[in-house]
C-alpha cells in the first residue's frame, strides 16, 4: 500500500471513528436523560430535536416516538391530551420494564410541547392534536410515519401495537400502575376491619341499604340500562364518548356511521331509549293493573303504547343508519 493510500485510509478511519463516537454520545445522551424520567419519557424541544434528529445522518442507530403535546389545550376534554399523555408514559415506561439492552436503546420514548417547539411542529406539518409520530432510522422529518387517528381510542394498547408493527420491537405486557398505592391500602384495610362491628349489628337489626326495596329498584334499573346500552363492551374495548371530527376540529361526533365502531354516546342514547321502554312495560304490568278507573287506565296505556313505538322506531332508525341494513316490518300478504 502507497503512502498516499495509507494516509486516505488513516483519514477515512477517524472519519468513520468520530462517526461512531458522535453517534455513541447521542444514544448516551439519550439514555441519560431517560433514567432522569420516572416513566422514561423524554422531553425534547427545537434545539434537542435538532441534536438528536435533523443533524445526524441517517441511518440513525435508534428511533424517536414522539408525542406532540400542548399545555393551553389541555382543558379541552374532546381531545384527551393529558390522558393519553398519561397512556404514552405507560407504553414508555412498559417497554423499559420489559426490555433489556441493546433494545431498550433502539427506541426513545419523547415528547415535545408546542409553546417550545413551535419550529418543530411546523416541521413536521402538525396542525392537529393529538398526534404521535414515529421517526425510524433512515427517516427524515417529513417521511416520518404517524399514528391513525382513529387508533388513539385504545389508549396504551394500540400505541403498542403501533410500535411494533413499524419498530419491529416488543413493548411486551402493559403494566399500569396500582390503583392503590401500599399507605392507602393499609388505612382502608384498618378502616374496614374497625366497620365490620358496626356492619353486622345493622345487619342483625335489618336497617341496611340492603333492606331497602327502593335501593333494589334502582340496581334493577341501572343493571338494566348497563346490558341495553352497551357499556361493557365501551370498558372492555375502551370506546371513547364521543370524536373530534377530522374535517372539523371545533366539531364533535357522537354517532359514528359504520358497524365497526360504536361511540359511548351511542350506548347511552339507544340504553336511554329502551330503558324508557322497559320502565313504561313495568308501570303498565305491575302499577297501572292496580289503577281501578278503566278510562284512566286505556288512556295512561296508549300512550306508553306510543311512546313506546316511538323509541323503538329511532332505535330502528338509528340501526339502519350506522349498519346500512334495512329493518322494516311485512304486512300480511292479503292486506295489499
Not at 22 to 47: F, P
Not at 212 to 223: E, I, M, Q, R, T
Not at 282 to 301: E, I, Y
Request: glycine share 6%; charged share 15%; net charge positive.
Amino acid at each position: 500500500m502507497s503512502p498516499f493510500s495509507k494516509l486516505l485510509f488513516l483519514i477515512l478511519m477517524v472519519f468513520v471513528s468520530s462517526a461512531i463516537a458522535s453517534d455513541d454520545e447521542r444514544v448516551s445522551e439519550l439514555v441519560s436523560l431517560q433514567s432522569r424520567s420516572k416513566s422514561g419519557l423524554i422531553r425534547l424541544n427545537d434545539q434537542s430535536l435538532a441534536r438528536f434528529l435533523t443533524a445526524v445522518k441517517t441511518p440513525r442507530p435508534y428511533s424517536i416516538l414522539l408525542f406532540f403535546d400542548a399545555a393551553q389545550l389541555h382543558d379541552k376534554p374532546e381531545l384527551r391530551l393529558t390522558e393519553l399523555r398519561n397512556e404514552f408514559s405507560i407504553v414508555s415506561s412498559s417497554f423499559l420494564a420489559n426490555n433489556n439492552p441493546p433494545n431498550t436503546n433502539k427506541l426513545f420514548f419523547c415528547d415535545i410541547e408546542f409553546k417550545e417547539s413551535q419550529l418543530s411542529f411546523s416541521q413536521f406539518g402538525v396542525n392537529a392534536l393529538p398526534h404521535i409520530r414515529l421517526i425510524g432510522p433512515n427517516m427524515g422529518l417529513k417521511d416520518s410515519e404517524s399514528m391513525d387517528q382513529g387508533d388513539f381510542s385504545r389508549l396504551a394498547d394500540s400505541m403498542a401495537e403501533f410500535v411494533e408493527s413499524k419498530t419491529n420491537l416488543s413493548v411486551g405486557p402493559i403494566h399500569r400502575p396500582p390503583l392503590f398505592s401500599r399507605n392507602q391500602l393499609v388505612l382502608l384495610t384498618v378502616f374496614i376491619l374497625l366497620w365490620i362491628p358496626f356492619l353486622l349489628k345493622k345487619l342483625l337489626a335489618g336497617q341496611t341499604i340492603l333492606h331497602d326495596p327502593k335501593v333494589w329498584l334502582a340496581g334493577s334499573v341501572f343493571v338494566y340500562f348497563f346490558s341495553v346500552s352497551g357499556a361493557m363492551h365501551n370498558i372492555i374495548r375502551k370506546m371513547p364518548m364521543f370524536l373530534v371530527d377530522r374535517n372539523d376540529p371545533s366539531k364533535l361526533v357522537f354517532f359514528y356511521q359504520g358497524s365497526g365502531m360504536q361511540l359511548g354516546a351511542e350506548g347511552f342514547a339507544v340504553g336511554f331509549l329502551y330503558t324508557v321502554v322497559g320502565l313504561l312495560l313495568a308501570f303498565m304490568t305491575h302499577g297501572l293493573v292496580r289503577v281501578s278507573n278503566v278510562s284512566v287506565q286505556r288512556v295512561v296505556m296508549i300512550f306508553a303504547l306510543l311512546v313506546s313505538f316511538l323509541a323503538v322506531k329511532q332505535v330502528v332508525y338509528l340501526d339502519n343508519w350506522k349498519t346500512g341494513y334495512g329493518i322494516h316490518g311485512f304486512w300480511p300478504s292479503s292486506w295489499n
